[in-house]
């Protein structure tokens, strides 16, 4: 990408698409396209096109995504599957029809099976049982690299579908439910007023995570080292489990209560961390420690935000 490039960012709002153009920010681009929800609905196809039509893209970030934790993964699969189904597919369609250079896709750890060999490699997809709990998200976000890789083969049109661990950072959703489990967190610790705190599980699963801006920070690499449709994992390196990120957090917060454990409610995948060294070998790696990272997202929370309703 040159510096004068237009990029445009898809869910420049959220917490992926916010690092994506803080990081073309700050390395001195000067043409970042965005649009809200207002300006361009990304569900609708004519307002896609009309958009790629008049604005002359070079480079695309897909970050737009109907995203959530556990909870609301479960709860809303059919708004999950078909507004990110409808939303790539608009995206990737008419990027591909209007000659933008390059196509990133943003998908997650979660299309990998539930019980891939870990560390989880590339090559894992479709090989086993997805996770009950977030199928239908996984679901959608495969077949965005599906179709990605497809108008790569047909059209030669050139991309790269990025997979990240579990993702935090500034800018998150941090309500208690329909949260990440992070952000969640967070709120639940904060607006506790000393009362015990409880989580889904048992708090055995591994997690890694992967802080937004470090994601960002691996975009911008991609878009300059891959266009083949490849999938590239993207990871931290730092694999804890729930327990240990709850009590990490709480520490944080100034949280000294009771944690307890809702073992009725599902684990979701045991362990998955990722093997990215794709990225590692061509020199890529991240620059925030979980503990770094976590801090930075409760400083920017509670200057930011607070869910005093939520208690």
Known sequence: MNKDSRIFVAGHKGLVGSAIVRTLQEG????????????????????????????????????????????????????FIYENTQIQTNLIHYSWKYGVKKFLFLGSVCIYPKFAEVPVKEESLLTGYLEPTNDAYAIAKISGIKMLQAYNKQYGFKGVSLMPSNLYGIGDNFHPDNGHVIPAMMTKFNNSNGKSVTFWGDGTPMREFLYADDLADACLFAMDHFENAEIINVGSGENVTIKKLANTIARIVGYYGDIEWDT????GTPNRPLDYSKMTELGWKPKHSLYQGLKKTYQWFIENTYYDSCK
Do not use: C, M, W
């Open 28 to 79: 001195g681009y000067i043409n970042i396209v965005t649009k809200s929800r207002s300006e361009v609905d990304l569900l609708n196809q004519k307002e896609v096109e009309d958009f790629f039509a008049s604005e002359n893209i070079d480079y695309v970030f897909d970050a737009a995504a109907r995203v959530g934790g556990i909870y609301a993964n479960d709860h809303y699969s059919g708004e």
């Open 264 to 267: 009725t409610r599902p684990n």
